[in-house]
């Protein structure tokens, strides 16, 4: 009797230290999936282009080093952002460091200062930018500094087309005529 005492007794702490390592090893699994999970959430891609044509023309292009996509909200990270966007046969090129295409294309906002030049010449700086891509309109959300041959204009705020020929300053505006 005392045998059988013992060998249910080894048998009970064979199949508990058995349950234990099987508990400890999916835990330890789910654990690394969750972290997966998490870490997972945006697809990367380095170097990348995206671009929008209509009726056979190249409206804009954006190319970074580095871009993010988030399924769950559909946004585009983009670092390192050059774009290019094209009006009235003028092209305005913009480069910044970080920038956030909402899912549908229909905004981007461009921040942590945002250098622009057009093939006319004309210059732009200011901390962030808005772009509208449906009214094709460009928003400066921070104080700015326009340069062309014929004058440099600052303000509080920006509005203006794609090709920057189309301006308005908003906001304790200066104009200096060279």
Known sequence: M??????????????????????????????????????????????????????????????????????????????????????????TTITAPHAVLTGDRNSLDIDQGVTATNTEGAEFKTEALHFDNKTKTLTSKTAFTYNSKDVTLTGDKLEGNMSLKIIKAIGHAKLIKK
């Not at 870490?39 to 380095?46: E, H, M």
């Open 2 to 91: 005392k045998n059988n005492k013992k060998l249910i007794a080894i048998v009970v702490a064979i199949v508990l230290a058995l349950i234990g390592l099987i508990v400890f090893i999916m835990k330890d699994s789910n654990e690394a999936n969750s972290t997966q999970n998490q870490s997972g959430q945006l697809v990367n891609f380095q170097g990348a282009d995206l671009q929008e044509e209509k009726d056979g023309k190249l409206v804009w292009a954006l190319s970074a080093e580095k871009i993010e996509y988030d399924p769950r909200t559909k946004a585009i990270v983009l670092t390192n952002l050059k774009g290019l966007f094209y009006q009235d046969d003028v092209t």
